[in-house]
């Protein structure tokens, strides 16, 4: 069955650890994305990648890395230096050219504390 | 700057009612414009999506109706039920230029539907 795994599903960390939150896809989708949502805002981008080995920032990427060694798997660190990292983030892929939209993961809700 | 506006930003709405979700652009680049579902704790699913070519689609009891001239699109739910309460958002994209394939989400509508 295709989708998106997002894991953990529940996070705790103590403030000043990074965090690595993992996706994969067996979608066979070329394009990945991360995206934090909080109340009230919607969806935020952070990053999102069109292709292995390639990456670009998204609106909100101070404070998070990504990297895309293999087309099915797109990790998004948190580190120390985001200000705020408490959120629920999802984890996005789709094909190249944009026919059937975004399948989206059943996100990982994060906790500093 | 946001690229898609969507209002209201909640909604009530008593059962068998219409629910309508509104949502306007300013990038006439823009090509796809999906409305996607999310119930708490879970990502958002695709509900159903339209190209500016038509200025309807339906599927079910979700319609949506688009006016390119005046940039803006709309999710119509008839009949609506308890279980369609969730937040829906409307989004859009370009299959041209550098942000090729990245959709732009509106900020959501939390819809809840009274029994």
């Known amino acids: 069955d295709g989708g998106i795994t997002q894991s953990p599903k529940y996070l705790f960390r103590k403030e000043g650890q990074n965090v690595t939150l993992s996706c994969e896809q067996n979608l066979n989708h070329d394009a990945m994305y991360w995206y934090r949502q909080d109340p009230g805002q919607g969806l935020r981008l952070i990053y999102y990648?069109?292709?292995?080995?390639?990456?670009q920032k998204g609106d909100i990427a101070e404070g998070y890395s990504v990297s895309r060694e293999k087309k099915e798997s797109f990790p998004l660190t948190v580190t120390s230096a985001q200000k705020n990292p408490t959120a629920f983030y999802l984890c996005?892929?789709?094909?190249?050219?944009?026919?059937?939209?975004?399948?989206f993961g059943s996100g990982t809700r994060l906790t500093v504390v | 700057q946001q690229q898609v506006k969507q209002s209201p930003q909640s909604l009530i709405v008593q059962k068998g009612g219409i629910s309508i979700i509104n949502c306007a652009y300013e990038?006439?680049?823009?090509?796809?414009f999906p409305w996607y579902q999310q119930f708490p704790g879970k990502g958002p699913a695709l509900l159903i999506a339209?190209?500016?070519?038509?200025s309807e689609k339906k599927e079910g009891r979700f319609t949506i109706s688009f006016n390119k001239s005046a940039k803006q699109f709309s999710l119509h739910i008839m009949d609506s039920q308890p279980g369609d309460s969730a937040t829906y958002f409307c989004?859009?994209?370009?299959?041209?230029?550098?942000?090729?394939?990245?959709?732009?989400f509106g900020r959501g509508t939390q819809l809840t539907v009274w029994p």
């Open positions: 339209i190209r500016p070519d038509v």
């Open positions: 990038n006439t680049a823009f090509d796809y």
């Open positions: 990648s069109q292709i292995v080995n390639d990456f």
């Open positions: 996005a892929s789709s094909p190249r050219q944009m026919l059937y939209g975004y399948t």
């Open positions: 989004a859009a994209s370009s299959d041209r230029g550098s942000t090729l394939g990245r959709l732009y």
